[in-house]
């Protein structure tokens, strides 16, 4: 996967408003300088939901990015979003959910996703980066840093830690912009919107996909 860059177009500094992804509640100011706007890889033009009824994560870190691809005409386009990581994840109760609009013959149809479903064996990932759109959730951190620098996201202490998650490798964010760290995180009645995630590790036990005519099986309503 390659960074990509959109030439040609002079961008200016600006913000975007959004809470952590699969993580917070306080609202961030994310800058971008010129000429640092790319996106983190080539995503698929539709978005994503994912409900939880927890999420408990180690090593939380968060900054700002752009992440583009095309659309499902074919046109280029871009999207900010909060790209979120952890060193490890634990998720209980996991629903997924994207629909394909209009298909021939057949209409709207959703892709629905659920794992985790018992307390004793939840989602489990390791190495995890979110990039989200929206969040919605009721959230606790242990030990945050709010306001360091993006470049020194996987700094602790003044030293680098190799162990737990900084820059997602194939993203391109501001390194002197605004980012965030917590020790441990913990979000309860999850409801997000991420237009992709990444994982070196990702394990769903009781793995149930399922496709569905309409928009009925979405994991939530707006």
Excluded at 98 to 107: E, L, N, S
Aim: overall charge positive.
């Amino acid at each position: 996967m390659k960074s990509q860059v959109r030439g040609g177009t002079r961008w200016k500094r600006f913000a975007v408003v959004m809470v952590p992804s699969v993580a917070a509640t306080a609202a961030i100011g994310v800058g971008l300088a010129q000429g640092a706007l790319a996106a983190s890889f080539s995503i698929s033009g539709q978005e994503f939901k994912v409900k939880a009824d927890s999420l408990v994560g180690k090593d939380f870190v968060q900054y700002g990015s752009v992440d583009g691809g095309k659309d499902l005409e074919g046109k280029d386009f871009a999207e900010p979003v909060a790209v979120s990581g952890f060193s490890e994840a634990w998720i209980t109760n996991m629903c997924q959910s994207v629909v394909t609009p209009k298909v021939p013959f057949i209409g709207d149809v959703t892709l629905r996703l659920e794992a985790g479903t018992e307390a004793k064996k939840p989602v489990y990932a390791k190495g995890i980066y979110l990039d989200v759109s929206e969040l919605k959730a009721d959230a606790e951190f242990q030990n945050i840093d709010i306001g360091v620098a993006a470049g020194k996201l996987n700094e602790f202490g003044g030293k680098v830690d190799e162990s737990k998650p900084g820059i997602q490798p194939n993203t391109k964010a501001n390194p002197f912009g605004f980012g965030q760290r917590a020790k441990d995180a913990t979000l309860n009645n999850v409801r997000q919107k991420a237009w992709a995630t990444t994982a070196a590790t990702f394990k769903l036990p009781n793995l149930d996909l399922s496709l569905h005519r309409g928009t009925s099986a979405e994991c939530y309503k707006d």
